[in-house]
């Protein structure tokens, strides 16, 4: 009943949020009427932008809850594990030093999310090459920070090379944006979603099973390593895209599953998965809203931290006093 109930407030808040940022903008548009400029707007800008939002927080979501699982850590999603950094340093490799040297003409939306996913996958296999030696969640906290960090600082050595075009473009995109994508990015986006997705359902009942840790999951007779690596790949394949494609996007991995939680009353993977993906579309939907009611448009990135910086805090505490 609360699974129930906690959808469709969720479609209720994504429908009414969806509804504001499709109005948001310096040009009035009719909705329901909406002359030639208003359809180009509508169907060229502002509906890319929303498709985009929603699509990126309820992957990123999802990203988040498998990562959270599979590390047994409340704050683990791909951003603070360091894969959102390794995608960063994918995308910055192909956008800013493969077009300055000449090698290779790289700079598709199927090309740059390529790269991300390949980053990503890089920062996924040197964590789980540190949790085969480190089972202690704060450990690996600490060592996913401290990877994130390494893959930023190379991301910064690679721009200080480049152009003074490629930089702007460069630190435009770093600043996270759902604005600047077309329909051919959002059919990359939704593809990578509908792979995460696939991945992540196929080892639903894994996922419940490493909660408890890797030798209660042995003794019930899972493949822990291929479970761990399904999931690992769901992660990159997504968060590869969505970083490549909107920049990086911190704290809607680590807040959507414990509001899950919270407003389902339930850890079950099969009971939250759904419920997990929408609360993580309507925090970007909402970011996006909060970043455009200024004059100037603020970065969602930041947007995106002052929502979820509390909410970390939060869990934090809760933690810490339980």
């Given at each position: 009943?609360?699974?129930?109930?906690?959808?469709?407030?969720?479609?209720a808040c994504?429908?009414?949020?969806?509804?504001?940022?499709?109005?948001?903008?310096?040009?009035?548009?009719?909705?329901?009427?909406?002359?030639?400029?208003?359809?180009?707007l509508?169907?060229?800008?502002?509906?890319?932008?929303?498709?985009?939002?929603?699509?990126?927080g309820?992957?990123?979501?999802?990203?988040?809850?498998?990562?959270?699982?599979?590390?047994?850590?409340?704050?683990?999603?791909?951003?603070?594990?360091?894969?959102?950094?390794?995608?960063?340093?994918?995308?910055a490799?192909?956008?800013?030093?493969?077009?300055?040297?000449?090698?290779?003409?790289?700079?598709?939306?199927?090309?740059?999310?390529?790269?991300?996913?390949?980053?990503?996958?890089?920062?996924?296999?040197?964590?789980?090459?540190?949790?085969?030696?480190?089972?202690?969640?704060?450990?690996?906290?600490?060592?996913?920070?401290?990877?994130?960090?390494?893959?930023?600082?190379?991301?910064?050595?690679?721009?200080?090379?480049?152009s003074?075009?490629?930089?702007?473009?460069?630190?435009?995109?770093?600043?996270?944006?759902?604005?600047?994508?077309?329909?051919?990015?959002?059919?990359?986006?939704a593809?990578?979603?509908?792979?995460?997705?696939?991945?992540?359902?196929?080892?639903?009942h894994?996922?419940?099973?490493?909660?408890?840790?890797d030798?209660?999951?042995?003794?019930?007779?899972?493949?822990?390593?291929?479970?761990?690596?399904?999931?690992?790949?769901?992660?990159?394949?997504?968060?590869?895209?969505?970083?490549?494609?909107c920049?990086?996007?911190?704290?809607?991995?680590?807040?959507?599953?414990?509001?899950?939680?919270?407003?389902?009353?339930?850890?079950?993977?099969?009971?939250?998965v759904?419920?997990?993906?929408?609360?993580?579309?309507?925090?970007?939907?909402?970011?996006?809203v909060?970043?455009?009611?200024w004059s100037?448009?603020l970065?969602?990135?930041?947007?995106?931290?002052?929502?979820?910086?509390?909410?970390?805090?939060?869990i934090?505490?809760?933690?810490?006093?339980?």
């Amino acid at each position: 009943m609360r699974k129930t109930l906690t959808i469709i407030i969720c479609l209720a808040c994504l429908a009414a949020i969806a509804l504001a940022d499709l109005l948001m903008g310096d040009v009035r548009v009719n909705l329901f009427h909406p002359d030639a400029l208003g359809r180009t707007l509508l169907l060229d800008f502002r509906l890319p932008r929303v498709v985009t939002a929603i699509l990126a927080g309820a992957g990123l979501a999802l990203s988040g809850l498998q990562m959270q699982s599979i590390f047994r850590n409340p704050l683990a999603d791909p951003h603070i594990m360091g894969v959102s950094a390794g995608a960063g340093f994918g995308a910055a490799l192909v956008s800013m030093a493969i077009p300055a040297t000449g090698v290779m003409a790289f700079s598709s939306h199927v090309g740059t999310a390529f790269a991300a996913m390949l980053g990503a996958a890089l920062s996924s296999l040197v964590i789980i090459l540190i949790s085969r030696r480190f089972s202690d969640s704060s450990t690996m906290l600490v060592f996913g920070v401290l990877l994130g960090y390494i893959f930023s600082a190379a991301s910064s050595v690679i721009s200080y090379f480049a152009s003074a075009r490629d930089l702007k473009v460069f630190y435009s995109w770093s600043a996270g944006s759902f604005s600047a994508n077309s329909w051919v990015a959002v059919s990359v986006l939704a593809a990578a979603l509908l792979v995460a997705m696939a991945l992540a359902f196929t080892n639903i009942h894994a996922l419940d099973a490493l909660l408890f840790g890797d030798d209660y999951a042995r003794l019930g007779g899972l493949n822990v390593r291929r479970s761990r690596m399904i999931s690992i790949i769901s992660c990159c394949v997504f968060t590869g895209a969505a970083t490549a494609l909107c920049g990086p996007l911190g704290f809607v991995g680590i807040i959507s599953p414990h509001i899950a939680r919270v407003l389902t009353g339930s850890s079950v993977h099969r009971n939250i998965v759904l419920p997990v993906m929408l609360v993580g579309a309507v925090i970007c939907l909402a970011a996006d809203v909060i970043s455009l009611l200024w004059s100037i448009p603020l970065p969602v990135g930041s947007t995106m931290s002052l929502i979820g910086i509390p909410v970390v805090i939060y869990i934090l505490m809760k933690n810490r006093n339980a």
